[in-house]
């Protein structure tokens, strides 16, 4: 099979497309032929060593990301037959190595993708609609009656957010750039900010939830307007402990979450997919020898969506 093995951490000229066997899969696991992965933010810092690179570090061959969607091809867990189609979010925190031709995966960590989606949609919703889930279903028990605010709603996390938070029933708010203001709407906001040189020390502390994709001093924006009683979650750092206690002396509970590989929450997803009450957004698909672009598409920070690649 061919995969791409990031040679040592750096540019994108460092992911190689390289001749490996089928990696053997052990019980509880599923071999997928991959149809279509996709990339994400923490892939760029990973190829850039940061990231996740520290834990994946000793493995060789190195083969980066996480999101796969494709058919299991051979399985030794009950869960799966051999042509069911399946789709997920593998390994991550751990090494996925996702950009291959075959993949091995646990068949925890998987679910049928279902029919009404392609391979491509498929593998854009995987770790950003985890994400989001985690985040607002899982830690922050969004629910009907609340104000939520979602950072860089246009984003790969940020597009999933909007759609989770309205169907739990929230009041939604999301930021991006005035030209992707229509967009955002279209996802279900009931309001966009456009994040260029909004005053937010002019706006009361009116949200009851803020997912923060961004990081940096957009924590301390968030704290802003966040309500007593309220909490922030940060997805791309951890909040520091002047951050932390910045929230606290608020009256909010700030914290960082990392995503998990959950079958049962890829099964929750699959339904809401299957309902058409959650959509991917596709800004482009690039093949397999289209990695380096698709890479430097990720680093504009301007995609609006994701990208996926076919294999």
């Given amino acids: ?32 032929r991959v149809k279509a992965i996709s990339i994400n933010p923490v892939d760029i810092k990973t190829r850039n060593g940061k990231g996740i690179y520290g834990r994946i570090k000793d493995e060789k061959p190195l083969v980066l990301g996480w999101d796969i969607s494709g058919t299991v091809v ?18 991550f925190p751990g090494h996925g190595k996702a950009y291959a031709e075959y ?6 960590q998987l679910a049928l993708k279902p029919q009404n989606i392609s391979h491509e ?6 770790l950003v609609a985890l994400t989001a889930w985690q985040a607002l279903v899982t830690n922050a028990n969004v ?29 939604v708010v999301g930021t991006s750039s005035a030209k992707n203001r229509d967009f955002v709407l279209g996802l279900g906001a009931d309001a966009h900010i456009d994040y260029h040189d909004y005053d937010w020390t002019a706006h009361p502390r009116e949200f009851d939830f803020v997912l923060d994709t961004i990081g940096g001093d957009n924590i301390d924006h968030s704290l802003e307007v966040t309500r ?84």
């Fill in 143 to 171: 629910r009907k009656g609340q104000k939520v605010l979602i950072h860089a709603a246009s984003g790969g996390v940020g597009h999933m957010a909007v759609q989770i938070a309205k169907y739990s029933g929230a009041t």
């Fill in 1 to 32: 099979m061919k995969a791409i093995v990031l040679q040592a951490p750096g540019g994108v000229n460092n992911l190689v497309i390289q001749d490996m066997d089928k990696p053997a899969i052990t019980t509880g696991e599923v071999l997928v």
């Fill in 74 to 91: 051979e399985s030794l867990d009950a869960k799966f037959q051999i042509g069911d189609e399946v789709f997920g979010m593998v390994n």
């Fill in 121 to 126: 949609e498929a593998a854009a919703t995987t």
């Fill in 228 to 311: 007593e009683g309220g909490s922030i979650i940060s997805i791309p750092t951890s909040l520091n402990e002047e951050v932390t206690s910045k929230a606290a002396s608020k009256g909010v509970k700030g914290y960082f979450i990392l995503v998990q590989s959950d079958g049962g929450d890829m099964e929750k997803i699959a339904a809401l997919l299957e309902k058409g009450i959650l959509k991917p957004h596709i800004y482009k698909i690039y093949g397999f020898d289209q990695i380096k672009e698709a890479y430097l598409q990720q680093e504009t920070g301007r995609t609006v969506g994701k990208l996926v690649i076919t294999t």
């Fill in 103 to 108: 993949v091995a995966a646990p068949a925890s």
